[in-house]
């Protein structure tokens, strides 16, 4: 099987994060889907395994940071390959809160919404997150990076906590 047939899906890459009162998490994904428009709602796919979706669940609402081609391989792997547990993603750049009190960062971001979640679905090792968009801020015009433009122009490789990684 030719696994780097799911590099050709049009996906984007996103930052979700979330916080509670005494922890967050952040984590790149290429899960990040407009599911309605009334109510206006996205879902967001989190690996188990990553601490950002425990803080998700606590906190019961997220951020979804689209990036955009700006972003550089430092840059992903601040918020990709490395965990929250203990790793200040947000250190040393640009940090904002939603006004559901999430982290974001406006640095390589197309734009941020800030969600609610409403349902969730355990899917294996998966959960998927439905969220209420509550607000939403235009954050650039640059073009937003896709899956492809990841894995085609950046060279990048699928962590094996991303929900499209396969082992070759």
Not at 78 to 86: A, K
Not at 148 to 167: D, E, F, M, Q
């Amino acid at each position: 099987m030719d696994v780097t047939a799911l590099y050709k899906f049009s996906s984007g890459l996103y930052v979700v994060s979330a916080a509670t009162a005494d922890d967050y998490g952040a984590c790149v994904i290429n899960t990040g889907l407009q599911l309605t428009s009334q109510p206006l709602q996205v879902q967001v796919v989190v690996n188990k395994q990553n601490h950002t979706e425990g803080v998700i669940h606590k906190a019961g609402h997220f951020a979804l940071t689209a990036i955009t081609e700006e972003a550089d391989m430092p840059y992903i792997g601040r918020f990709g390959f490395r965990t929250s547990t203990n790793f200040d993603k947000f250190g040393g750049i640009e940090c904002r809160k939603t006004l559901l009190g999430d982290p974001f960062t406006p640095v390589a971001a197309a734009c941020v919404l800030a969600c609610e979640v409403v349902q969730t679905l355990d899917v294996g090792t998966h959960t998927i997150f439905v969220g209420e968009v509550k607000d939403a801020e235009v954050l650039s015009d640059a073009a937003p990076m896709t899956y492809a433009y990841y894995h085609g122009t950046l060279k990048g490789k699928t962590p094996p906590k991303a929900s499209s990684y396969v082992a070759e």
